[in-house]
C-alpha cells in the first residue's frame, strides 16, 4: 500500500520515538487482511498522545481502494480515546485524550484494524533498492504489496519487526526500507508466513 505524508496539527517533528514497532498481518483468501500493531513508544513530558495515518489509495495501482474499519485502540492495556477525522484519500487517528498529558516513559499502544481487497492481480512492483528472497516462477496470481510499516508515520521508529501470513505460498518476498540510512531485511520464500525486519527509520 502507498501512502502520502500527512501532518497533524504542528508541523515540527514529533517528540515521541517509537523504541519498537511490532505487527502482525493475516490475509484471508478474499483478500481481507486483519491487522494487530505493538507500538512501544518513548514519550517526553507534555505530550497527550499520537496520530496515526492510513491511505485509502494505491498510487502503483489506481483501481485499488482500501478502507480501513478499526477493531481497536488501546494504551497500556486499556481502550484508549480516538477521534477519526480524513484528510483527503488519508484517514487520520488522533489518538488520546487532549485534557489528559501522559507520563513521561514507554507507553505500549494496540491498533488493530481490518482491510478488504489487499489481494490484486499480479504486476510489476518496485524493484528498486530492495531486498528480496525467492524468485518469480510464473505460477503468481495474485500480489500483496503493502507499507507493512507506514511510510506517513511522523515519530522515528528504531526498530520494527513484521510478520505477514498469506493463504498460499510466497514465490518471492521484498522489503525496501524506503529511507536513506534505514535497513531492511525479509524471509519467507516458500512458505505462507514473511518476516520482515527494519531499523533507522527516520
Known amino acids: 500500500m502507498s501512502t502520502s505524508p500527512s501532518s497533524s496539527a504542528s508541523s515540527a517533528p514529533d517528540p515521541v520515538t517509537i523504541t519498537h514497532y511490532d505487527a ?80 513521561a516513559g514507554t507507553h505500549r499502544y494496540t491498533i488493530a484494524y481490518t482491510v478488504p481487497n489487499v489481494l490484486r492481480p499480479p504486476r510489476d512492483v518496485p524493484t528498486t533498492g530492495v531486498v528480496s528472497d525467492g524468485a518469480l516462477d510464473g505460477s503468481e496470481r495474485s500480489v500483496f504489496a503493502w507499507w507493512v510499516v507506514a511510510s506517513n508515520w511522523e515519530m522515528a521508529i528504531e526498530r520494527a519487526d513484521v510478520r505477514v501470513t498469506l493463504p498460499s505460498t510466497i514465490t518471492q518476498a521484498l522489503c525496501r526500507p524506503g529511507a536513506p540510512g534505514a535497513r531492511c531485511a525479509v524471509s519467507g520464500a516458500g512458505t505462507t508466513t514473511m518476516t520482515i525486519s527494519a531499523e533507522g527509520l527516520a
Open 24 to 103: 502482525t498481518f493475516t490475509v484471508a483468501p478474499d483478500g481481507t487482511m486483519r491487522a494487530v500493531e505493538y507500538i512501544d513508544a518513548q514519550f517526553p513530558v507534555g505530550r497527550h498522545g499520537i496520530f496515526r495515518y492510513w491511505d485509502e489509495t494505491d498510487p502503483s495501482d489506481p483501481s485499488a481502494r482500501y478502507p480501513v474499519t478499526i477493531v481497536q485502540i488501546a494504551r497500556d492495556g486499556s481502550p484508549e480515546p480516538v477521534a477519526m477525522s480524513r484528510q483527503g484519500t488519508v484517514v487520520v487517528a488522533k489518538i488520546g485524550d487532549a485534557d489528559v498529558l501522559l507520563p
